[in-house]
């Protein structure tokens, strides 16, 4: 068979392994990876296998067809869910990450060419893409094999796919995607692995695994990272959503946060009960519940569900953060789904998409439908934490197209349960106002929090780093550091809350808190306060906490705003927690504390070092807070 020959720019490296492979496929639409993702299907079973020096064999994934898309599974649990630690860098350009010759002793030149040796054996996949958005953003290509077709499908849904015939020829790849899966078993001890290779006018991605969390999805987030450093604006870790009361009112939230700190679940309607009360919480020791009344719930539109690009051309100068979606689709996590009617929204839309949709770690069968209910399973009895489906962006009802203005930038973490017998930091209330200053020590900290599910499990509290993107970037943390300090510098009309999910306190509520914010404030125009409705938070790193939170005439219990007013945790258990945290943000800031950082980052930082307050850090960045009446 006769190859189709490139009509726009390539690099010679990419060139080489085309004219050298057997075959590839040029794909311009998702529809001709949907086939190849099942191409050599057994009994509706498609194995994506490669043969490893000195193994063998090894299967990597099962996929089959299901009625609404493709299902595929990993053998092993290690790789449905995303390794933390698994970028290298293999250039000498500057980075605060692992650099590839340091990590394994020699030059990554070696391992490149013999990765393109390996690419020039195997039938490909091939296609161009834009990382992040057109005029914003990068020409790019995949290079992949054609049997691991799923995961070029994942990455094609989650970034789009170009129809080569309506390329410019100007189109010149400036990232360049290679995947490699059998890499990792022979020079990684079967690690996930992506190496960062920033040439001259080029960024290499070489993906040595088939888990798209580190490459197609968190891997083009690196090089719309590595893009933004070089020409000084940033690609948030956040979903937004304009939210639209019942009485026409909009407010536009975004919300960042590690992951699991519920930037999918902003943009899903508030879970109820069967009586359709909203479960505000359960007692973890008495097992009591309380329960709030909402006859109505906001209109709800999605911005963005995890990467946002905050280019200064979309700005209207009005004070607040404009961005836009710097994906074609979304990678949502769907563990808190576990029975029928969980989320009606997004089962409907699953069930019946309007597409083919990509799912990961879901209990599927050949000619089946894939139910984002059914979990595959790690072990006997233990669900994977990590089960995913991949949505198109435009297969999303009533999604948001173009740019938004922020009102509010909200931040989620995951709490533990907190008592007086086992204290801990679960000391975050229903939600906090945050100065501005302390909301940047919050990106930076950007704390992974308690049993978060999308990860392999790190033992106690660790920090996702700046931005709680910086697992995926390859610069360094204190660049990084002063763009976000200057971004909320520049936009002086923001306001800034803080937002638990799993616990607050020794209440077990799930993601209601941050429902229960995004409804209230939605309602009230904002977080606009003043001094007489909010009170200074007892640990100074939550800024200040609710005096009272009235929603549709009900109040919400003052043992839900402020933890220490709990009799199951009580100020002494407070003060335990509140050290931990203080303690965790003091370790992890020193590290910004480099001669570049921006001298109000180092003032803000050495508050924080010196046991600041609430009110030493609003004077430091003094941007209005609360709204005082006269």
């Known amino acids: 068979m006769s190859k189709v020959k490139l009509s726009f720019q390539i690099p010679l490296s990419v060139q080489e392994i085309l004219d050298a492979c057997p075959k590839y496929t040029l794909a311009s639409t998702w529809q001709q990876l949907y086939e190849l993702a099942t191409c050599d299907a057994v009994n509706g079973i498609h194995e994506v296998a490669y043969e490893v020096p000195g193994r063998g064999r090894v299967l990597e994934a099962n996929v089959c067809r299901v009625k609404n898309g493709i299902a595929a599974n990993y053998v092993e649990p290690y790789m449905r869910r995303r390794d933390p630690d698994c970028m ?97 078993h022979t020079h990684f001890k079967g690690k996930q692995m992506v190496v960062h290779n920033r040439r001259p006018g080029r960024h290499e991605l070489f993906s040595y695994n088939l888990y798209p969390g580190p490459s197609a999805k968190k891997g083009i987030y690196g090089v719309l990272l590595a893009l933004g450093e070089r020409e000084h604006w940033l690609t948030a870790h956040c979903a937004t959503v304009q939210v639209i009361t019942p009485y026409a009112n909009k407010l ?56 946002a690009l905050c280019h200064p051309s979309l700005g209207k100068n009005d004070g607040r953060l404009a961005l836009i979606d710097a994906e074609q689709g979304w990678f949502v996590r769907v563990n808190h789904i576990t029975h ?46 990590n089960p995913r489906v991949v949505v198109p962006r435009k297969a999303v009802p009533g999604v948001y197209q173009g740019a938004v203005s922020v009102d509010i930038r909200s931040f989620g973490v995951r709490c533990p349960p907190n008592t007086a017998d086992q204290p801990t930091y679960g000391i975050v209330g229903l939600f906090h106002l945050l100065p501005p200053a302390l909301a940047w020590l919050w990106r930076l900290v950007a704390p992974r929090g308690h049993a978060n599910p999308s990860i392999v499990a790190t033992e106690g509290m660790t920090s996702e780093g700046v931005g709680s993107y910086w697992p995926f970037a390859t610069g360094r943390m204190v660049d990084q550091a002063n763009l976000l300090l200057d971004q909320i510098v520049a936009t002086p009309r923001m306001k800034y809350i803080l937002c638990p999910n799993q616990h607050v306190g020794a209440w077990e509520t799930g993601f209601m808190p941050q429902w229960i914010a995004r409804e209230y404030l939605a309602r009230r125009g904002g977080a606009r306060f003043s001094s007489q409705q909010v009170t200074p938070s007892r640990c100074p790193l939550l800024g200040f906490a609710m005096k009272s939170v009235v929603v549709e ?14 009799p199951e945790v009580g100020k002494a258990a407070y003060d335990v927690g509140a050290l931990q945290l203080t303690e965790f943000f003091q370790s992890e800031l020193k590290q910004f504390l480099e001669a570049d950082l921006n001298p109000l980052g180092r003032k803000i930082i050495e508050c924080c070092l010196a046991g600041g307050s609430v009110e030493e850090y609003m004077a430091l960045l003094p941007i209005a807070v609360l709204d005082d009446e006269d």
């Open 88 to 184: 290298v860098i293999a250039d000498d350009l500057p980075t605060d990450k692992p650099r590839f010759e340091d990590q394994y002793g020699e030059s990554f030149e070696p391992l490149r060419a013999e990765t393109f040796a390996w690419l020039k054996t195997q039938e490909l996949a091939v296609f161009p893409f834009i990382a992040g958005v057109p005029g914003m953003g990068m020409d790019a290509l995949v290079v992949a094999p054609a049997n691991a077709g799923f995961f070029a499908l994942g990455l094609a849904l989650l970034q789009g796919i170009l129809d080569e015939k309506t390329l410019s020829p100007d189109f010149d790849p400036k990232a360049v995607i290679f995947v490699a899966p059998p890499f990792r």
């Open 340 to 385: 029928y009617g969980t989320d009606p929204n997004l089962e409907k839309m699953t069930i019946h998409p309007t597409e083919p949709l990509l799912f990961l770690n879901i209990d599927a069968h050949p000619g089946g439908t894939a139910l984002i209910w059914e979990h595959i399973e790690d072990e006997p009895g233990k669900p994977c934490p």
């Open 252 to 307: 536009c939230i975004m919300h960042e946060g590690a992951s699991g700190g519920g930037k999918s679940e902003i943009l899903e309607q508030v879970h109820r009960q069967k009586d359709g009360a909203l479960l505000l919480g359960t007692n973890v020791l008495s097992g009591e519940r309380r329960t709030l009344v909402l006859p109505h719930n906001c209109e709800l539109r999605a911005v963005t569900d995890d990467m």
């Open 553 to 566: 005439g009900q109040t919400i219990p003052g043992i839900f705003l402020r933890v220490e007013s709990q």
